[in-house]
């Protein structure tokens, strides 16, 4: 029994020791957003378009930088055709005719763009008029695994039924390059029922490359992923309407080094976080034989720039039943409060265990993990409080905290090398 103790001790001060060590937020030798992304994308001129981009593409098709290209009305990739974009293209989604760009099943984009020259995907309104939900957004359909009942499904947004199918088997799938990416102004409605998300991942698989990717002003979710086996690096979702990081349908997922940056103007009533992860979108129509949702996010901030108002802001992360979530070695700044627990995962270990939390700063947020419950709220910080997790509850302001997080400025949000927080000291 001893021996047993003694184990169990040294696993621990091992754990713990291995959290401080580890450095917190997105990192790098350098600013990794500092050259190709935009903050101020009201106030970026952009070309006039000069050639249009509309109906189907059925043949190997590339794009050039020399043009300008108008988005018009759903534009899909079929025929398992490849469509490769140039970096420094600029594509401007219509605003009449909800201009979205769909790869389907079998099909690939090779959009990869060069950290000095990205491949923009923006309104086509002047500078003055531009809003979230200008155009429609991008949409992958691949064929990973996903849980809906059958293995198949199609997204409700209203797009052509022939060509509008995910889901399979095979988890190795590959929908092509996205690197060096800006979208930016999507979430237009195809309906009156559903807005679309800056990029749609649906039955993804893990040979599609996801990286430096960043959605700005997304009038639906920045990111969302149904189904699928995806990884995902250097991501950036900035002032999103609803969701940053959207999960369901029993996505296996791996996300690094990646941020959100919300602010109380540019989020939804009904309730908007940086994470949102379930299982099911709706339980009678999958198969809970398949795998539940499982996310595994590293180095990752969240943040919300109004410390002094959080306005519509919540919490950071709203975690479903039956849903699989680890969060390490990440910092997490001015939420209210930082986790709500869904139903029952408060209710033994075994639902706790789940949801792994570590290595994390939590900065001034106004509650910590709670539950939907607040029956189960005694037993969860119970659990939680074990130092094995390394949770540091501060109350930094963000200027202090992150090396440069005035975004009219030149934003660096890795956390400031002055603070001894940053290497776990």
Known sequence: M??????VIICLISSIIVNAQQQKGIVGASNWMNKWTNFKPA?????EATNILAGTIDK??????????????????????????????????DDKTCGTLVITNGSKIIAEGLETDPIIFTSNKNVAERKPGDWGGIILLGKAPINKMGGVSFLDFNLDPVVNHYGG????????ILKYIRIEYSGRK?????????????GIGRKTKLEYIQISYSNDDSFEAYGGDVVMNNLVSYRATDDDFDFTQGVQCAINNSIAIRHPYSSDISGSRCFEIDSYDKIENSDTSKKLTKITANNITLINLEESNQGLVREAAHIGENSYFALNNSVISGFTPFVILQGKIGDGLVNLEKIKLS???????????LSENSNFDSGINNWYQNPAFGLEYTSIRNVALFTE?????????????????????
């Open 2 to 7: 001893k021996k047993n103790l003694h184990l």
């Open 43 to 47: 106030s970026t001129e952009y070309n």
């Open 60 to 93: 190997d098709t590339k794009l050039y930088k020399r043009n300008t290209y108008q988005l018009v009305g759903v534009v899909y990739v079929t025929n398992n055709a490849v469509l490769t974009i140039e970096p420094g293209t600029v594509i401007r989604g």
């Open 169 to 176: 088997q095979d988890a190795e799938d590959n929908s092509g």
């Open 190 to 202: 195809l309906n009156s029922l559903k807005e679309i998300n800056g990029l749609s991942l649906a």
């Open 359 to 369: 290595g994390l700063i939590i900065n001034n947020c106004q509650g910590g993990i």
């Open 405 to 425: 997080p005035n975004i009219k400025a030149n934003p660096d949000f890795r956390m400031n090398v002055n603070n001894t927080l940053a290497s776990g000291n």
